[in-house]
């Protein structure tokens, strides 16, 4: 069957997703065009169709259900528009730091946008030894721009409930509510480890401590509707290069709490870092300190000078609101760290270390490391704390 612009939803093929683009008039009459699905995500399908001088465009099109797990886990094709909206949003905010869309269609659950086939998946480049030096002066200012104008500090606050209305995306968020913030920390299906870590998994599990503070954590990822959020800012969603970045797939979007895009960001990078010796970890880090130096340089800038909300100029509110964002991220990480280590949905820089006996032990400093950061959350006060944590507490 040839699909068709207003054509009823079905899954694109090679071949259906060529004919999209040519009655859409992407290419030139006649072009010769190569199509291919290079979806390696956990969710969509994606495109990448290019013509005989290598122009080319992405099709990503979202899956009635989660193509992780399978049929059996039905899923939203909202997320499509989700996303739409999300990057017609940030383009007005972070021009330079999303790709372009092109177009969008509900119906079809498609965003066609800019080809960045140019730029590489952070997390991969990592693993290739790559460090991509502009990376967290980028995700700095990503953060800081998205959240702040969409937050009752840089938008008028009639607008940004009208806002919110519009990212409502339950399922999207059930996802991780579950899968970061509830399975991990009791016995679930959904988790996935190896038997070897079953003892540091029951540590987990039978630790009130740690599972009151991911209790009042999962409460602020549910109630805290501060500003919005891409929703899953890991490593896998940014492209980048030496010199340029890109975020992509904010099929997560919505309104919650400003620490838990920071958060996300932070987790992915320790991550990584905990996969290195102490001498290859040094430039990894510096994204955790470049990060977080730019969010709080370029959200502070807004907040003096473009701020709508009156408070805004009292004395010590600011350094009491990023002292709030950092002690939320701190812990959102720790139940990032630990939902990439033994809960669904793992992540290369920990499943491909090799020899297994040291993949184990990384895992287990993993799970230490996020339930340090989730327990001392409000005395971890700057990004020296976590590497001097990960340097002396974790790594030994
Ligand atoms: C069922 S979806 C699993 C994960 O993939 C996405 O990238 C999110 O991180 C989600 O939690
Ligand atoms: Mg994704």
């Given amino acids: 069957m040839t699909i068709t612009a207003t054509t009823e939803y079905e899954p694109l093929t090679e071949s259906t997703a060529i004919t999209l683009a040519q009655d859409l008039k992407f290419f030139k009459e006649g072009a010769l065009l190569h199509c291919r699905e290079i979806g390696d995500g956990n969710l969509n399908l994606v495109f990448h169709i290019r013509d005989e001088n290598n122009t080319g465009i992405i099709i990503k099109q979202a899956l009635p259900y989660a193509k992780v797990v399978g049929e059996s886990w039905p899923l939203t094709l909202h997320r499509a528009t989700i996303e739409g909206n999300y990057l017609k949003n940030a383009a007005t905010l972070v021009p330079n730091l999303i790709p372009k869309v092109y177009y969008t269609n509900e119906a079809l659950a498609i965003t066609i946008m800019?080809?960045?086939?140019?730029?590489?998946?952070?997390?991969?480049?990592?693993?290739?030894?790559?460090?991509?030096?502009?990376?967290?002066?980028?995700?700095?200012?990503?953060?800081?721009?998205?959240?702040?104008?969409?937050?009752?500090?840089?938008?008028?606050?009639?607008?940004?409930?009208?806002?919110?209305?519009?990212?409502?995306?339950?399922?999207?968020?059930?996802?991780?509510?579950?899968?970061?913030?509830?399975?991990?920390?009791?016995?679930?299906?959904?988790?996935?480890?190896?038997?070897?870590?079953?003892?540091?998994?029951?540590?987990?599990?039978?630790?009130?401590?740690?599972?009151?503070?991911?209790?009042?954590?999962?409460?602020?990822?549910?109630?805290?509707?501060?500003?919005?959020?891409?929703?899953?800012?890991?490593?896998?969603?940014?492209?980048?290069?030496?010199?340029?970045?890109?975020?992509?797939?904010?099929?997560?979007?919505?309104?919650?709490?400003?620490?838990?895009?920071?958060?996300?960001?932070?987790?992915?990078?320790?991550?990584?870092?905990?996969?290195?010796?102490?001498?290859?970890?040094?430039?990894?880090?510096?994204?955790?300190?470049?990060?977080?130096?730019?969010?709080t340089f370029t959200f502070s800038d807004l907040w003096k000078t473009e701020s709508v909300e009156h408070f805004t100029q009292t004395p010590g509110y600011l350094d009491f609101f990023l002292k709030k964002v950092f002690t939320d991220a701190i812990g959102f990480a720790g139940c990032e760290v630990i939902r990439r280590t033994i809960g669904l949905a793992h992540v290369a820089d920990l499943d491909t270390i090799q020899p297994y006996k040291r993949k184990i032990s990384v895992k287990q400093q993993a799970l230490l490391l996020g339930q340090t950061l989730i327990k001392n959350a409000a005395n971890i006060r700057n990004i020296q704390d976590v590497e001097s944590l990960l340097k002396n507490e974790i790594k030994g």
């Fill in 114 to 295: 800019e080809d960045l086939s140019h730029l590489e998946i952070v997390r991969n480049g990592f693993l290739e030894g790559k460090n991509f030096p502009l990376l967290s002066k980028h995700i700095g200012e990503y953060l800081a721009k998205t959240l702040f104008y969409t937050s009752d500090f840089g938008l008028n606050q009639q607008d940004k409930k009208k806002l919110q209305q519009a990212f409502t995306n339950p399922e999207l968020c059930k996802i991780t509510e579950d899968l970061v913030f509830t399975d991990p920390f009791y016995e679930s299906e959904t988790n996935d480890y190896e038997p070897e870590l079953l003892g540091s998994v029951e540590e987990i599990w039978n630790d009130a401590e740690l599972k009151l503070e991911v209790a009042k954590l999962k409460y602020t990822f549910l109630t805290n509707g501060e500003a919005l959020l891409h929703g899953d800012l890991h490593t896998g969603s940014i492209f980048a290069s030496e010199i340029d970045t890109k975020v992509i797939d904010p099929e997560f979007a919505f309104f919650g709490p400003i620490g838990f895009d920071v958060g996300q960001f932070f987790a992915n990078i320790l991550l990584q870092a905990i996969t290195r010796d102490d001498s290859q970890r040094a430039s990894i880090i510096s994204h955790l300190y470049q990060v977080w130096e730019g969010f």
